[in-house]
């Protein structure tokens, strides 16, 4: 930044903007402090999609509290946006409010933002300050919104792996037993990482096998994520439990349509979206897979940020395999369970460098499980 201000300008801010969690998607996750000159402090962070961005939430206290905002200080996490898209630009509301100075956190890469922003409200006359890249609250906006920035920068959403295993890495056992390996407090935990995403994805083994909802249910949530199913047939059941409303069900298949005509309508009666994501053929000539690649493409022109993938050990391994998986989330339970189902199936390997390489980037305790997440580092 190019100029100090005082710390107490900048606490708690993460900590709102993570109070658009589950609220503000595909929008990213932001607070906006207000300081005027008299010392009074109006806060906001961003609302539902198609609701006020932050700055407003916060200008639209303080004009309500009839505060003074001529020359007043905007601390906000992430650049404000300079477009018409579902609400009118940021910027403009904050130069219209006669702000005086503009701290920003972090640079917006949305193509249709970046820069242009900043340059705004420059133009007008703001005082405009970046924090540096390394300070916290820029590190902490940059993870909050991380899914975000991943499909403004890459065009494809995060993707977390999420798996619950013993402490020897077995996350089933032979006979397919898998509830529950760990706790209580892990699986709520579990359902807040389900609330950071976008969607939550699993593949047609698990549908036919497990029947799950895939929904966040063990903690509060003002909206469900989108789930999706990849089944390469189209074999899924209409009546399976995860195309259930409420929220969207999307389906990625590799099937014929004129060969599953019958079963796409059955599923297009229900409201599920069929979405054609033809791969390369399986071993031996076998049905084709779905393009993972190109799912991820096009999850993310449908504005899915984070992607949350709850599967079993095949559909795992495949995207691992492909280089798709930027973070795992693991939860060890304190016991051994020997031969069973693994984490993933990748390999077989004949160097130790062939493996999948991850850094560690949180170790922390739950109940009487330790939840690992670990970046894949690039290949």
């Not at 619950?164 to 890495?169: E, F, I, N, Q, Y």
Request: with cysteine; proline share 8%; net charge neutral.
């Amino acid at each position: 930044m190019n100029a100090p201000c005082p710390p107490d300008w900048l606490d708690g801010l993460d900590a709102l903007a993570a109070q658009a969690v589950g609220l503000s998607d595909p929008n990213p996750r932001v607070a906006c402090r207000l300081i005027t000159r008299a010392g009074q402090v109006f806060e906001g962070h961003t609302q539902a999609a198609g609701g006020p961005h932050a700055e407003v939430v916060a200008l639209r206290a303080a004009q309500a509290a009839g505060a003074d905002l001529n020359g007043a200080t905007a601390v906000v996490t992430l650049e404000p946006c300079s477009h018409h898209g579902r609400t009118p630009p940021c910027c403009d509301a904050l130069i219209d409010a006669r702000v005086g100075h503009v701290i920003v956190a972090l640079p917006d890469p949305n193509p249709l933002v970046g820069g242009q922003g900043v340059a705004r409200l420059r133009a007008a006359g703001l005082r405009v300050d970046l924090l540096d890249a390394t300070h916290p609250l820029a590190v902490a906006s940059r993870e909050l919104n991380i899914g975000f920035l991943s499909r403004m920068e890459r065009g494809r959403p995060w993707v977390r792996l999420k798996v619950a295993a013993s402490l020897d890495g077995t996350t089933a056992l032979a006979n397919g037993v898998s509830q529950w390996i760990t706790g209580e407090a892990a699986r709520a935990d579990g359902h807040a990482w389900r609330k950071r995403a976008s969607a939550l994805l699993t593949g047609i083994g698990t549908v036919q096998e497990d029947d799950p909802r895939l929904d966040v249910r063990l903690v509060d949530t003002p909206r469900q994520p989108r789930r999706v199913v990849v089944d390469s047939r189209l074999e899924i059941a209409p009546t399976a439990r995860i195309l259930q409303p409420p929220g969207e069900a999307w389906v990625y298949t590799a099937s014929a349509p004129a060969e599953s005509a019958v079963q796409r309508a059955a599923l297009a009666q229900r409201g599920v979206t069929v979405v054609d994501c033809h791969g390369a053929p399986g071993r031996s000539g076998s049905h084709p897979k779905v393009d993972l690649a190109a799912m991820l493409t096009d999850l993310a022109r449908r504005e899915v940020n984070e992607l949350h993938l709850e599967a079993g050990h095949k559909l795992n391994g495949s995207f691992l395999r492909e280089g798709l998986v930027d973070e795992l989330l693991v939860y060890l339970a304190p016991q051994l369970l020997g031969p069973g189902l693994g984490l993933a199936h990748i390999g077989p390997y004949t160097r130790l460098d062939e493996g999948v390489q991850l850094t560690f980037t949180d170790v922390t305790p739950v109940g009487p499980d330790l939840r690992l997440r670990a970046r894949v580092l690039p290949r």
